[in-house]
């Protein structure tokens, strides 16, 4: 096999160098023609001087593409994804309604900006939608040419070889005795072998490999389509809301069952999936010692489901991002927390309520605070109808007296307390508007004074009694319950977006990683009688490896047409099959390749 030559190092031009070298260029490609045109499903970019006329119809087809551009397609990619940077950090209406009116309260500056460039609500924002139904619009227009033109590339079998292979990046070529129809033979039965498709076009046998390249090209970009429909379909028809369950309670998965539900604006309350569940039990532990002190070790709920209104009662534990499913819905571990049991007893000592209210959780050790309300049945000493309220702040792990303030020192409920101040009058519930369950109005109530004409305040242990001023009545501590708050969350389509996703990294590593390429083997005979074999290689972007391929292919077919003795050759030296081969632009054929 002789020796290869290379293009001389890179150097810096002069600009007359490189119009020549541009001329040269344009040159080159009209030579390959065919050989060298269709590497890829991208349309040609279009001169400014061939843009169509400028009427109505000439921009809507210059509009149209421009919009289905590959460039356009990054940038509204990106546009997007910095629309979505106002939602992530300004409270929405579809998330937390209560949050935007505290963060309208705090900021009353720019709160009224935001709400007319619709920040409140990005993704369902005119702004962002257009963003949105462009992209898609976009890559739609994008892949289906090329799709056909990939198919079409996929059915036509590969160019003939260009009058001068020198001319392409990759070459070699070397003198043979065996005869040119052998050549073809081996070079065909070789590339077939190595995956190639192949075919003997006139004096040549035309060869390319890795259409996988533009397959995963489009393949990334249809997973973008399948993501952004995924995407769209779970926000219009997702359900989502919360739910705080004690033990022994349970929930039924219907709307007036939800602490609170938000939904997409396409849902259809008849759509929840039918089922129920029980909370048995919540099982939690702590870490006691070292750095980690108070870390959960356990973290889970023990429930009863049932699925449908007449299905079989299962048993499930529900841990952190460990859900319990059913029938697409999913109902995750949120939170946890304490509910004291407390009984009260009206002046006559009619035991008037009692039920494990839960508290809400202020810090790491679950210190908690919430409110007890009596609205109804309770009566003072002379037979008056009334209603009592209770300020509750709870510790599960008390420090003890005098040892520091009333915080919790451990998540356990090592030492439970349960401090409780009353007060009596209008609850204020009657009045028709929502309150708050962890909030105590006191505007129209009056506080119980102790002997001393202070505030009436206890701390209470399991078991113990806060008597109220007058023959009141009284309040005990019980005992002590956990409660458990779950997300229950239905997102339709996250199949199909979590398939795109997995798609598109696959099309996206196929189209880095793999490089599309063709190869043609030409075999003429000389003027001396001689066959020349000349090999060339062509890829979509330059690359070592077409190279190094080609190498190894020389190599391989010269095993089968081995390099014949030149006229300054000894006969007794055998070529190395081994030369490696470089870019030959300025390379000159063997005799007699040029036919």
Request: aromatic share 8%; hydrophobic share 40%; net charge neutral.
């Amino acid at each position: 096999m002789s020796n290869t030559k290379s293009n001389p190092s890179q150097e810096r031009e002069r600009p007359d160098e490189r119009e020549v070298r541009a001329e040269q260029d344009r040159e080159t490609a009209r030579e390959l023609g065919a050989a060298g045109s269709q590497l890829s499903t991208a349309p040609r970019e279009e001169a400014l001087a061939s843009l169509p006329a400028m009427g109505v119809i000439g921009w809507a087809r210059w509009f149209w593409r421009q919009l289905t551009s590959m460039r356009v397609a990054l940038i509204l990619l990106f546009l997007l994804s910095l629309g979505a940077i106002p939602g992530s950090l300004i409270p929405q209406n579809s998330v937390d309604e209560l949050k935007v009116q505290t963060f309208k309260g705090l900021h009353t500056t720019v709160s009224p900006i935001y709400e007319k460039l619709q920040f409140f609500d990005v993704y369902s924002s005119v702004w962002f939608s257009a963003i949105y139904i462009l992209l898609f619009v976009s890559l739609i227009g994008c892949i289906v040419p090329r799709t056909g033109t990939f198919i079409g590339q996929l059915r036509s079998r590969p160019p003939g070889a260009p009058k001068r292979l020198t001319r392409l990046p990759a070459y070699t070529t070397w003198r043979t005795g065996a005869e040119p129809e052998q050549v073809h033979e081996a070079a065909l039965r070789m590339m077939r072998k190595r995956r190639y498709r192949a075919h003997v076009d006139g004096d040549a046998v035309a060869a390319e490999k890795g259409y996988l390249r533009e397959a995963g090209n489009l393949m990334f970009h249809i997973a973008l389509i399948v993501m952004l429909v995924a995407f769209a379909w779970g926000q219009l028809f997702k359900s989502e809301g919360a739910k705080l369950v004690v033990e022994g309670d349970g929930f039924s998965n219907t709307i007036t069952q939800y602490d609170n539900f938000k939904s997409g604006s396409l849902f259809d309350e008849d759509s929840l999936s039918p089922f129920s569940f029980t909370l048995d039990d919540f099982i939690g532990t702590y870490e006691r010692s070292g750095p980690q002190i108070g870390t959960p070790r356990t973290y889970e709920a023990h429930v009863t489901y049932s699925d449908g209104a007449y299905g079989k009662p299962r048993k499930k534990v529900i841990k952190v991002n460990e859900p319990l499913v059913v029938d697409g819905t999913k109902v995750y571990l949120n939170a946890h927390g304490y509910a004291p049991v407390v009984s009260v007893k009206d002046g006559r000592g009619k035991e008037v309520y009692k039920a494990a209210v839960p508290l809400l959780p202020l810090d790491n050790n679950v210190t908690s605070s919430g409110a007890i309300k009596v609205m109804d049945g309770y009566r003072d000493k002379n037979g008056k109808k009334d209603q009592l309220g209770f300020q509750a702040f709870f510790v599960p792990t008390f420090a003890g007296s005098g040892k520091g303030t009333m915080f919790s020192q451990f998540p356990a409920a090592d030492m439970p307390v349960l401090a409780l101040n009353g007060f009596h009058g209008s609850l204020g519930v009657d009045s028709g508007l929502a309150q708050n369950v962890y909030q105590l109005d006191k505007s129209k109530m009056k506080e119980f004074k102790d002997s001393k004409g202070e505030q009436l305040k206890q701390r209470l242990l399991v078991g113990e009694t806060m008597k109220l001023p007058d023959g009141a009545g009284s309040i005990t501590f019980e005992g002590l319950q956990e409660w458990a708050s779950f997300q229950i969350s239905e997102q339709p389509a996250s199949g199909w977006a979590l398939t795109g996703a997995i798609g598109a990294i696959a099309g996206l590593a196929g189209s880095l990683f793999i490089q599309r390429r063709r190869v043609w083997i030409r075999a003429v005979r000389g003027a001396d009688g001689v066959t020349v074999v000349e090999m060339a290689g062509l890829g979509r972007s330059e690359s070592a490896k077409l190279p190094e391929e080609l190498a190894d292919l020389a190599v391989t077919l010269n095993a089968v047409a081995p390099t014949a003795p030149g006229p300054d050759t000894d006969p007794d030296t055998d070529p190395d099959p081994g030369t490696p081969v470089a870019a030959a632009s300025s390379a000159e054929p063997s005799e007699g390749a040029e036919k």
